[in-house]
Structure formats: structure tokens, C-alpha cells
């Protein structure tokens, strides 16, 4: 049975609350260790207060250290020794799984959708509740969930979409597969985007960002729409630099969030190949090395913040990659730069980096299903009935929570 409460039914509403603050007292407790983040600062605040899991931290081999990157189960048990009052995480940072209604679609229909990507859809369609009336897609891309709707349940699907490339493809799917879904280009952070809702009923939405989703839930309890249908992501991606809550217990937490705590929720990824992993630990290495030299440059011992840096750079030399970043903060590099020297310190805090983040990524699916239930609960206040599930399995994405509310 999934988590759930509906307004107007205290016990339900208690399980739903009480989960909430339970996560909230596990966050509140823990948040010198979650907070701190190992990329932006050389030495940890808390080190000193866990001088033996700063220890057995730093011994762990990379063998180890990949396993318990992997196993969450696995890395709590390693870091309970270390960490009194750890263990509840193991149970508060979990919900059941939503009942799946499973159908088959027509021969070729997932074709043009990339593999994981329809698994995501059919997984996330096979577990809506029962919909009667238009139903409206936010943030649809090619509206491979709307479409996905419509063949499973014969609704109609307005599909809203800020790509106009996006949307002229979407169509044509539809119109190839003879199917009731119609994509509108729309802003739906812009005023006045909420009226291209028309009469939908429902509303569905798969991996909608920040404040997109945020949108989404006040367009449906403004028009009291019959259903909502989300799985959040990306909580960090808002215009404010602090974390303003749905609901009203999330604003009596006491826990203030920043933008930076929120993209903790969403480090987490299983779908990188080794290449992409590879990749990926290279550029930290060399933003690391950079930052080793910007911090002696500068004679200021503080992160400075670098922009997105296009992928091509970092084809080039460790020293292309520096020139680069230092002319993005206007940063004079002098000739004479011991570049191997700067990069391998780059190495040697990616490989600390690596280690002190364990204790974070801990709790990084806590803060996630914290983030999730503010939203439920705010749905809650407004009437609806509302249940907090997983929509699929964590190897598929590990955003797999769904809001499934309905008034």
C-alpha cells in the first residue's frame, strides 16, 4: 500500500505529517554533515567533531569506496558506527511502491522514443489513477506521456511545451499514431500561461524542474483541477537563491534551504555509462585544480564559483581548460604556472572530494522525499487526497517519486 493521507481524515493525514516531521528532525540533526559541501571547501567544520569517520574515510580503497557509492543500504551500515543516530534514514527516506495497471500499446508505438526514456513514460502512465476528461501534459517535450495516456485510456491530451522545434515533432507523432494529443508552445512561467489549460481536468507531469512544477501545483489548486499526476526534479533549478516551502509545516521546519542544499537531492545518478563516469570525476578534477590555483592567486582561501563550461574544453590540456576558466572571472594567470603541479592537487581533492561527500549522499534521499512531501502536503491543505510513491525502480532514474493527488 502507498504512503498517503487525504485531507479531512486525520489518521491519514497524521502518516503523511508524521512521516514529514520525522525526516525534518532526522535533516535538522544531521546538518553538519549534509550541509558543508567537499567540492567548495578543502577541510570539512565537522572533521574535527568525527575525527574517526574522517579517518576511515580517507582509508577507504577505491574498490570500497565505489560499492558504497552504489549501495545505500550498504553505505549507511558503513557510516552508522561513525554517526549516532544514522540509522533511522534507513526507514525514513523510504516509500512503497504505487500500484502499476500495466497495458499494451500497438506494435512500433514506443519507436521514435529513446529505451530508458519509455521505460520512464510506461512505468509513470502505468501507474495513474483512473481519469476521466482532457487531461493537460506540463513541460511535455514531444508529449511521449500524453500520447502514452491517450492510446492507454482514450483522452484527449493538451500538451504544453516551451520548444517550438519540440512541439512541431510531438504533432506529427500524433498525427502519424491518430492520436488526441495536441502540443502548444507556451511559456508556463509566463502570465496568463495558466489559461491554455482550457478545460482539462487532469494534469500530469514526469520530470518537471523547479519552478515549472512549482507552477504546475498552483495552476491546479487555483483552478481546482481534478487531478494532479508529478514527479518533481531538479529542486535547485528556481529563480530564488533560498528554498521557499509549499506547505505550512514545511515553513515551520526550521530547516532554511538554499538553492545549493536542493541540488543535493539530485546528485544522485545510475544511468551513466563508465565513460560518462570517467568524464565526469575528469572535469571535477580539473575544476578542483583550478580552484586550488585561484585560492593562491587570489591570496583568498574561498571558492569562486565558475560557470557551466562547454564540454570541448575539456578535450584540450589542463592548462587550456585554466586559461578558459580564469577568463571567465576576468582572473590573470601569470606565465610562469606550474601546471602539473595544479593539477594534480586537482586529483588528489577530487579523490578527498569523492570520500567526505559519503556522510551527504547518505541523506541526499532524505532531503529528496522531505522536498517531495512539502509538496504533498501542501496539496493536502488544499483539499486534495494525496499519495507519495515510486513509480519505478531506482536503476531506471533514481527521480522515480510520484505526487499523486486528486480532490
Known sequence: MAYAA???TPAESADLQGHFRQLNAL?????????PAPFCLPVLPWESHYPALTAALGALRERELAALETDQEALVNWLSPYIPGLEPVRALDTVPALAARHSDYPAGFERDIPGRKWQQVNAFAACLDPLEGAVLEWCAGKAHLGRAICQRLGTPVTALEL???LCAKGNAMSRQLQLDVHLEQCDVLSPGSTSRAGHTRHAVALHACGDLHRRL??????????SLHLSPCCYHLTASPQYHPFSQDGKDSGLALSRDDCRLAVQETVTASAAAARRREKKNAWRLGFDALQRQLRGV?????????????????FADFCRHAADLKALPLPAATDWPYFEQRGWQRQARVSR?????????RALELWLVLDRALCLAEQGYSVTVGTFCARRLTPRNLMIRARL
Open 356 to 364: 567526505m561527500e559519503l556522510p551527504r549522499h547518505a541523506l541526499r
Open 301 to 317: 582561501d574561498d571558492y569562486l564559483p565558475v560557470p557551466s563550461i562547454a564540454d570541448v574544453v575539456f578535450e584540450g590540456s
Open 163 to 165: 520548444d517550438a522545434g
Open 27 to 35: 535533516l535538522l540533526t544531521h546538518q553538519a554533515l549534509w550541509r
Open 6 to 8: 487525504q485531507s479531512g
Open 217 to 226: 501545483i498552483a495552476t491546479v489548486t487555483e483552478r481546482r483541477m481534478h
